[in-house]
C-alpha cells in the first residue's frame, strides 16, 4: 500500500459567497474526522487531490494539517456537476488497530475466452467497499478473466481476499461476458399493436450542497 502525502489548511470560510471565492482561487474545502475527534474544516490545492481521485489504486494519506500529520484515506469527494471540479472532500482518520470502511478499485487482467467467442465484457462494478485493518487494505483488486466464458459471470461471492471482508451482496455481479444478440434482437409486434415512442423523463437542475 504506497502512502501519498497532502498539506492541508484549517479553514474558517464557511459561507457559500467564502467557500466559491476559495474555489475560484483553486482551492478545495473538506473536512476531516476521526473516531473520538471533533471534525477539523480543512481546505486544501485542488491540484493536490488530483493523485488521489484519478487513479486506479487506493493510497494510505499522511494528511498534514497546519503542523500536525495525520495517517487518513480520502473517504469522500463531490464534483461540480457541470464542470466536474472537485468541489468538497471528506479525510477519515484511520489507527493501525481498528478496521474501517474503503472502496477499492477494481481491476480486470487478461482477455476473456467469450469475447473471442463473439460476446461483449460487461465491467458490472468498478470498485468494491471492503473492511479490513489498514495495513491489508488492497491497492486495487484484480479479476483474471482470461477463462470467462459466454453467458458466464463472476460474482462478488467468487473474489478472496485474504484478511479482507468485502461488504457488498454476494450475489451482485462484478464482470460478466454477454452475448450481443440480446441487444440487437428487434421488438416481435402483434397484430394491430404499434411501436410506441420512448417517455422522456425531464431531469430536475441538481443543485450543489453548501456545508
Do not use: W
Not at 486544501?44 to 493523485?51: A, N, Q, R
Not at 460474482?155 to 454476494?170: A, G, R, S, T, Y
Amino acid at each position: 500500500m504506497s502512502e501519498i502525502t497532502v498539506q492541508a489548511q484549517k479553514r474558517n470560510l464557511t459561507t457559500k459567497s467564502a467557500l466559491t471565492q476559495l474555489r475560484r482561487n483553486g482551492n478545495v474545502p473538506g473536512i476531516f474526522y476521526s473516531k473520538g475527534v471533533e471534525p477539523i474544516p480543512i481546505q486544501l490545492p485542488e491540484i493536490s487531490l488530483k493523485p488521489l481521485v484519478y487513479t486506479s489504486e487506493t493510497h494510505i494519506v499522511n494528511l498534514k494539517i497546519d503542523e500536525q500529520e495525520i495517517k487518513s484515506i480520502l473517504k469522500g469527494v463531490q464534483f461540480d456537476p457541470v464542470t466536474d471540479r472537485i468541489i468538497h472532500c471528506d479525510f477519515q482518520g484511520i489507527s493501525a488497530d481498528q478496521e474501517i470502511e474503503i472502496e477499492v478499485p477494481v481491476v480486470l487482467e487478461g482477455q476473456a475466452k467469450g469475447v473471442k467467442e463473439g460476446g461483449l465484457l460487461q465491467h458490472s462494478l468498478h470498485k468494491l467497499t471492503v473492511s479490513c485493518l489498514p495495513s491489508f487494505i488492497p491497492e486495487h483488486i484484480t479479476i483474471n478473466v482470461t477463462d470467462l466464458g459466454l453467458g458466464k459471470a463472476i460474482h462478488v461471492k467468487d473474489i478472496k481476499i485474504p484478511n479482507v471482508k468485502i461488504l457488498q451482496n454476494e450475489d451482485v455481479i462484478v464482470v460478466s461476458v454477454t452475448s450481443p444478440k440480446a441487444a440487437s434482437e428487434p421488438t416481435t409486434l402483434l397484430p394491430g399493436e404499434e411501436m410506441k415512442e420512448p417517455e422522456v423523463i425531464s431531469k430536475g437542475k441538481q443543485t450543489e450542497e453548501e456545508e
